[in-house]
């Protein structure tokens, strides 16, 4: 243990507004902490920073799933357990759920929050292409309200996010799909479970009887400085039949939003390889479908 | 009969087993923790050090190497040579070599302390390759940067080249590789004028560990007491390391008037100790048409790291092992253990073996490619045989049946017919997951090398209790294997009395004879030897006093044993390791019988690869041998399952990322061990052929398993991915990043393009 | 930050292992430290301390956790199992048992992460057809075993399944001698 466990002062408030309170009263002062599954190997590594944390396992309002009549909404403290656990939501979000189950192993999972996962901002969140794929929506709630947010647009840069000083994210919803969808999650990570993810990949796609792409999602972890939507290689595919050519054309569409790194986990070249061949993987995938 | 439970195993599984970060010191209420402040450079001289930030620095411990001499010791870890210091005085030789020793009793204020100690260094031109280390510039180590280089001859390989039909040359590199016990390593010590310095701790080699302190402390062997902590795991990892934290430990404690207790973190515990050595290995191999091997030239090179600590005798292994279980009339095997600028490389499962019979194995297959034979006809036309020479010249003495073997393995793994139906899958461009069957054919010399054994001298002993129980005494250590169980079963069975009267001591040098290390696969074979051998004396004693018919019933046993203490006093006997006389080894020239016996085997990997991910993944693995006779089978399967689940490791995943010497990757979110998600189903197989010298036929086989692991998956990654690929996939660990580049390059429909 | 500032020490109530327990300690402070130093329950164990290794499982609220990524503030409250409360007195549990008879543990220093994570996997499991091999591979995926190849766990497990649920249960796990 590297971390000086003395130095950190931890508050538990018990309602959501208590929480808001205390991050308003000091701007900046105080890191919220949820399943502790990130921020708990920080203080290990001696790296902690923040030395005022906000614990928020006692806050009521954050917990629990709903369902409404279009929509999901997950409350910021469900675990990656939970989430699987719950049979309607896996049964509308089978994407959801497959990200859910890769993340770390289950003893991570029932700690592991969804909205930790998003706040944390890591580029390699499992759950980040899913949520894109998804078309998720963020509700921030800070003092003064809530506002709801698109998740594409939340992660800005890396490690960078829409949350304003004072805000928390509250919940996260997902509006239910249309049938008739093929779908797509793979973490390429360094072993079946336990990993951190080289590659993300989700996928969304829908043909009209006709064979053309009505509507088609593809969301991308682990190659950029966040995860993203594959908007440009979305528009050259959305409206067209799938056939080897598109395919060969979205993946080039694709090229020019992978910027990888190399790391101490895997290379940019390995990274931007298997990032086209899951792309590649899932449109055949979707192209097949109906065909046979 | 049942195979025997687990001695301690009740303990284990209630959590009551005492681990050395579990231990209170009765008598001690007060334990300082003790940290070490490492160096952060891999080369340099020391100009100062710097206590800085607001510490309370009048509060902490401190020792640096000024306080060995001051003690009358002297700073060294006594090894092979005394070359490693217990702390950097001026010259530091590799990153996260020790400095500065502190210790409090706050941990995190010790935390904090450690942070704010930072040292003046000049730096020097530093090696990290054993192909730097090779060309001498710098010299880092000796006189030319080599430990140890030795040659192996036997016939004249130069005469066979000119007429040799063919000539096959391979190059084979294997990495560094971690033991990842998951206790990390861990000492307290206790230890001052009076009394001197006693040590409990995780580790394999109690008598190690005692040697040293004796040495840094300049005290008699009585004044130095070494007790093993149960130890949870170690792997060859904690065989040479514990003797460097021990002596921290007692320094500390000694300076304190306190005991000191160093727990690593596993950041510093995977930072810091030894490692499997990386290799580099050159075959030239002359070959008939028909696939007979005949001359084998072998360049075998081993990265030592900064000091020489054991690297000796893991070159020695690894040299010996290299021309694998074949006959061939001409070998020529050059062994070299080079320095270089990382922290000292050191035992691990398996000890030079592995990364020679990789090199061989792989070559093997390219051998068998090129001569238009499958892999498995290839070495059967080779295999030794009953009456036939090693590489060392050693006659094989014992019935050796490596086609049996071999068959087995086909056959339990059906190889053939897999293989087949694997071939015509993998033509099948639309699909992206090619399989692959992949084997080797190897051995495993068990116990110490050469003489090492006749030097050791090894001595265990058995004694009686009023009771009527008996102790096993024995410096052989628990560390997952199960010596305890095999040593009470053996002895158990000796005396012919229950398994439960029998109690093997906790190591602990006041109490336990010197019976060696715990290493080497020697265990059950050469110690279990000794305390079966002491069993029948111990008998034997009770019989000739009368106090004991010459049938009997363990009730009978006990009252006799009761009898003769009251008589007689003490009822303890000793058995000395002798060497067996059909053992003739020549130290300088490596020739001869480089181990008593032999373990052997053929291992089967069944893979597959997607060509999406370019991940290999093991399937199904099978492994066949023959380890003498099997005398504890779970304990049995359970070595040959871990080890070959620590050698998939080994092939596929696990890389030691070094970045200037240091590893850069010291988590267990960037070392990538296989999890349960990850292991094949493993088939294990023991064929029998008792070995006269070991207790009830025993052979060693602790490190079989890591020898043949790598090269059966890479040989069948090597088969999925077709001929092209496979001429390049000549070094360990494969892992995805490597597997793509490897298919770069190779022919389009070996890509799997599916358009 | 200056090393002497510190936190207030706070109290956690919880239960551990059916008794009820009271602590002082700083509200960062892990579980795991909670349980070993001030608890005195030497049984779990600390392998890696970032969530990896799986040696210092415990349950929570009937939750397998890797108690070295709790703080003790998120203990308050809280019901708490341990390596220490799964066998009945001096008698093994089931799970226990099977390990001992099939060689589940080797070095132990896994064992009792592993044997809750099992516990925690068993209680699950409403019918013996529920531990698919998939199941059982990912249960225990979080607790790394460096001893066994998981082979002797995996059938350790399968044993107590059928000890659990009566003779046929179970998934394979693989050749049986």
């Known amino acids: 243990m590297r971390g000086n466990i003395p130095a950190y002062d931890v508050r538990a408030p018990k309602s959501l507004t208590e929480a808001l309170e205390f991050l308003h009263r000091e701007p900046g002062a105080w890191k919220p902490l949820a399943g502790g599954t990130d921020l708990m190997v920080l203080l290990e590594m001696g790296v902690l920073e923040h030395k005022r944390l906000l614990s928020l396992h006692a806050v009521p309002e954050l917990k629990g799933i709903r369902e409404e009549k279009d929509r999901f909404v997950i409350g910021a403290l469900t675990t990656f357990g939970e989430i699987q656990a ?46 894109l794929a998804l078309d998720a929506k963020l509700e921030l709630a800070s003092h003064e309200g809530s506002r709801w947010v698109e998740y594409r647009a939340f992660h800005t840069g890396y490690k960078k996010t829409l949350l304003q000083q004072g805000e928390l994210i509250r919940a996260i919803a997902l509006p239910k799909l249309a049938p008739g969808y093929v779908h797509a999650f793979r973490k390429v990570g360094t072993r079946k479970a336990q990993a951190i993810s080289k590659v993300a990949f989700a996928g969304l796609a829908r043909k009209a009887p006709d064979g053309k792409l009505t509507e088609v999602r593809l969301a991308f972890g682990s190659v950029a400085p966040t995860a993203f939507r594959a908007t440009t290689a979305e528009s050259r595919l959305q409206g067209r039949v799938l056939d080897l050519a598109l395919i060969r054309d979205a993946k080039q569409a694709l090229q020019q939003q992978l910027t990888p790194i190399d790391d101490v986990r895997s290379t940019a070249e390995y990274r931007r390889r298997v990032s086209l061949n899951l792309l590649e993987d899932f449109l055949l995938q979707a192209k097949n479908r109906g065909e046979a | 009969m049942a195979s025997r439970l687990r001695k301690e195993g009740r303990e284990k599984l209630t959590g009551r087993s005492q681990y050395v970060d579990d231990l209170r010191l009765p008598g001690h209420p007060e334990v300082l923790h003790g940290t070490t402040v490492r160096s952060p450079v891999a080369r340099g001289t020391l100009k100062a050090v710097r206590f800085g930030g607001s510490i309370p620095w009048k509060d902490f411990v401190i020792v640096t190497a000024k306080d060995i001499p001051a003690i009358g010791g002297k700073n060294a870890i006594a090894h092979i040579l005394h070359d490693q210091p217990c702390l950097v005085d001026e010259q530091i030789n590799h990153p996260e070599e020790a400095i500065v020793l502190l210790a409090h009793p706050d941990r995190f204020l010790l935390e904090e302390a450690r942070r704010h100690v930072t040292f003046e260094i000049d730096p ?108 949870g795991g170690g792997f060859g990892g904690k065989e040479d390391y514990p003797s460097m934290i021990a002596c921290h430990a007692a320094l500390l404690a000694w300076k304190a008037g306190k005991p000191v207790k160093i727990i690593y973190d596993r950041a510093e515990d ?66 070299r253990a080079l320095a270089t600028n990382s922290p000292p490389y050191g035992a691990f499962r398996g000890f030079g073996a592995p990364q020679s019979l990789f090199a061989l194995e792989r070559h093997m297959d390219e051998i068998a490619a090129k001569v238009g034979l499958a892999p498995e006809e290839l070495r059967r036309r080779n295999f030794l045989q009953e009456g036939k ?130 290493v080497a696969s020697r265990t059950t074979m ?230 | 930050m200056s090393p002497s500032m510190s936190a207030q020490k706070i109290t956690v109530r919880c239960k551990i292992n059916g008794q009820d327990r009271s602590f002082t300690t700083y509200p960062m402070a892990r579980l795991l430290d909670l349980l070993r130093e001030d608890a005195g329950l030497t049984g779990t164990k600390e392998g890696c301390g970032e969530g ?14 890797n108690s070295c990524l709790i703080p003790a503030i998120q203990a308050e409250g809280t019901e708490i199992t341990t390596i220490e409360g799964i066998a009945e007195g001096e008698k093994l549990n089931f799970i226990q048992q099977a390990f001992l008879e099939y060689g589940g543990a080797q070095c132990g220093i896994c064992t009792p992460g592993m044997v809750l994570a099992v516990v925690y996997l068993l209680n699950r499991i409403k019918k013996p057809e529920d531990l698919t091999e998939a199941a059982l591979r990912t249960a225990l995926a979080g607790n790394l075993c460096r001893c066994t190849g998981y082979t002797k766990i995996f059938e350790s497990v399968v044993r107590a399944c059928h000890a659990r649920f009566g003779a046929s249960a179970g998934a394979s796990s693989g050749d049986q001698r």
């Not at chain 1, 509308?92 to 003893?107: D, H, K, N, T, W």
């Not at chain 2, 090179?301 to 290299?322: E, K, N, P």
């Open chain 3, 52 to 65: 990896e290794c799986g040696a210092c499982s415990v349950l929570v609220g009937g939750e397998l956790v």
């Open chain 1, 86 to 131: 719950h049979a309607e939501l896996c049964r509308e979000f089978p994407l959801l759920r497959e990200a859910a189950a890769s993340v770390g192993a289950i003893a991570i999972q029932n700690r592991a929050t969804l909205a930790g996962n998003i706040a944390n901002a890591s580029p390699a969140a499992d759950s980040a292409p899913a949520l």
């Open chain 2, 389 to 518: 020479a090693t590489a060392t010249g050693q006659i094989i003495r014992e019935k050796l049946d490596l086609p049996k073997l071999l068959d087995s393995a086909l056959q339990s793994s059906e190889f053939i017919k897999k293989r087949k139906a694997f071939q015509e899958a993998n033509q099948d461009p639309a699909n992206p997951i090619k399989r692959g069957m992949g084997l080797s054919t190897f051995m495993h010399g068990a116990g110490f090398t050469g003489s090492g054994e006749k030097m050791l001298a090894s001595v265990a002993a058995v004694e009686a209790t009023p009771a009527g129980t008996v102790r096993v005494l024995a410096s052989n250590t628990e560390i997952g294997q199960g010596q305890r169980t095999v040593f009470a079963q053996l002895v158990a069975d000796a005396l012919g009395i229950d398994f439960d009267l029998v109690e093997v001591v906790q190591p602990d040098t006041k109490i336990v004879p010197n019976s060696g290390p715990t």
């Open chain 2, 526 to 755: 050469i110690v279990g030897k000794l305390v079966e051998t002491a069993a029948i004396s111990l008998r034997q004693t009770l019989i000739q006093s009368g106090c004991l018919a010459k049938t009997y019933t363990t009730a009978e046993f006990r009252k006799a044993c009761g009898e003769y203490l009251s008589k007689l006093g003490a009822l303890k006997c000793f058995s000395q390791y002798q060497q067996p006389g059909h053992i003739d080894w020549d130290d300088q020239k490596y020739r001869g019988d480089a181990y008593g016996t032999f373990a052997w085997a053929v291992y089967v990997a069944e893979v597959s690869v997607d060509l999406r991910t370019y991940e290999a993944q093991v399937d199904h693995f099978t492994a066949v041998q023959e380890i003498g006779k099997v005398v504890h089978p779970v304990l049995a399967a359970g070595q040959i399952e871990g080890g070959v689940l620590q050698g998939i490791g080994y092939a596929l995943s696990e890389e030691v990322q070094l970045r200037n010497g240091r590893m850069a990757n010291n988590r267990l979110t960037n070392y990538i061990i296989p999890t349960a998600a990850d292991a094949p189903d493993i088939k294990v197989i023991f064929a029998e052929n008792p070995y006269p010298h070991g207790p009830q036929g025993a052979k060693g086989i602790g490190e079989l398993p890591l020898d043949g692991v790598a090269p059966a998956v890479l040989n069948a990654v090597a088969m999925a991915l077709g001929p092209e690929a496979a001429s390049r996939i000549h070094s360990i660990p494969l892992l995805p990043e490597s597997l793509m580049k490897a298919l770069d390059g190779a022919a389009e429909s070996v890509k799997g393009e599916r358009s």
């Open chain 2, 270 to 335: 995977l930072a810091a100790t030894t490692k499997r050595h990386p290799s580099s290995t050159r075959h030239r191999t002359a070959v008939s048409r028909d696939g007979k091997l005949l001359a084998m030239d072998i360049d075998f090179l081993l990265d030592g790291g900064a000091y020489m600590t054991i690297s000796t005798v893991v070159l020695s292994r690894g040299g010996i092992h290299a021309a694998g279980p074949y006959e061939c009339p001409n070998v020529r095997i050059h062994a």
């Open chain 2, 124 to 231: 020097l031109p530093a090696v990290f390759t054993i192909e730097k280390s090779l060309l001498k510039d710098p010299v880092i180590w000796g006189k030319d940067n080599t430990f140890k280089e030795f040659t192996i001859e036997k016939g004249d390989v130069d005469g066979v080249w000119q007429t040799a039909d063919l000539i096959v040359e391979g190059e084979y590199h294997t990495g560094a590789q971690e033991q990842l016990y998951i206790e990390p390593n861990g000492m307290i010590a206790v230890a001052n004028a009076n009394e001197g310095v006693t040590v409990w701790g995780s580790m394999q080699c109690p008598y190690y560990v005692h040697h040293a302190l004796t040495h840094l402390f300049a005290l008699p062997d009585d004044k130095v007491r070494v007790i093993q902590a149960e130890t």
